[in-house]
């Protein structure tokens, strides 16, 4: 079974200022790891995601990831945080292999942009 | 959004009464999944479908059924409802089994509310 952590259910940052969101994961197989954003009253959409390759990841809006196997981790960044970042952000673990297997999501972390 | 419409949008109910959910899409998307989502608690899987009539289980399922008749339409139904059924729930589709090709695409969602 897989599981993930998310260090922090609230981040806060000046605008401009660097963007530094946890996430650890747990799995028995090489995981495939996504991240998530969602607005107030919206669903989620996908901001990134890593499968296979290149441990550096980048994504929409600017923000990018590092898969790191030896840390179990996959934190998300952004050099220069925008008034518009401000969202709740979920880290998301999935198995490789076939299967109707969903995703297993992180508490969440909101992103608190101050001016 | 993919194509997903979930409706209703907002929904009050008082414990005891029967609801439904309904999840549409227009993506011909094969899989299929309800989420709810919680303070604390992230997102978690309460069913699944991976075809017409073909669906199961996932992390919540007590309380909650699901059915799939046509390709494009997901129900997920609480027969009787209760108070810690209050959530905001989400519908999201996959076109392939493994999210390594297909990640998970979601709703807007439903915000129930039982009193």
């Known amino acids: 079974a897989q599981s993930v952590t998310q260090l922090g259910s609230h981040v806060s940052v000046s605008e401009g200022a660097l963007v530094l969101l946890r996430c650890n994961y747990s799995?028995?197989?090489?995981?495939?790891l996504f991240w998530y954003v969602q607005y107030p009253n919206q669903g989620l959409q996908l901001l990134l995601k890593?499968?296979?390759?290149?441990?550096l990841v980048k994504g929409i809006n600017g923000f990018e990831a590092e898969f790191k196997k030896s840390e179990t981790s996959f934190h998300l960044t952004k050099p220069s945080a925008h008034m518009s970042d401000a969202a709740e952000y979920f880290c998301?673990?999935?198995?490789?292999?076939?299967?109707?297997?969903?995703?297993?999501f992180g508490k969440g972390t909101h992103l608190i942009i101050q001016p | 959004d993919a194509g997903i419409t979930q409706s209703p949008r907002h929904k009050v109910t008082e414990t005891g009464t029967p609801v439904t959910l309904r999840c549409h899409q227009t993506?011909?998307?094969?899989?299929m999944y309800w989420y709810r989502q919680d303070p604390g608690h992230g997102l978690r899987l309460i069913h699944y479908?991976?075809?017409?009539?073909?669906?199961d289980k996932g992390e919540v399922s007590d309380g909650y059924s699901v059915s799939r008749s046509k390709t494009e339409d997901f129900l997920l139904t609480l027969e009787s409802a209760t108070s810690s059924q209050t959530s905001v729930y989400f519908c999201?589709?996959?076109?392939?089994?493994?999210?390594?090709?297909?990640?998970?695409?979601f709703g807007n969602g439903t915000r129930l509310t039982v009193t």
């Open positions: 999201a589709i996959s076109g392939q089994a493994s999210s390594y090709n297909s990640p998970l695409h």
């Open positions: 799995s028995s197989v090489p995981p495939y």
């Open positions: 890593y499968t296979t390759g290149a441990t």
């Open positions: 998301a673990v999935s198995v490789s292999g076939g299967g109707a297997d969903g995703l297993t």
């Open positions: 993506e011909n998307h094969r899989y």
């Open positions: 479908s991976y075809g017409v009539k073909d669906t």
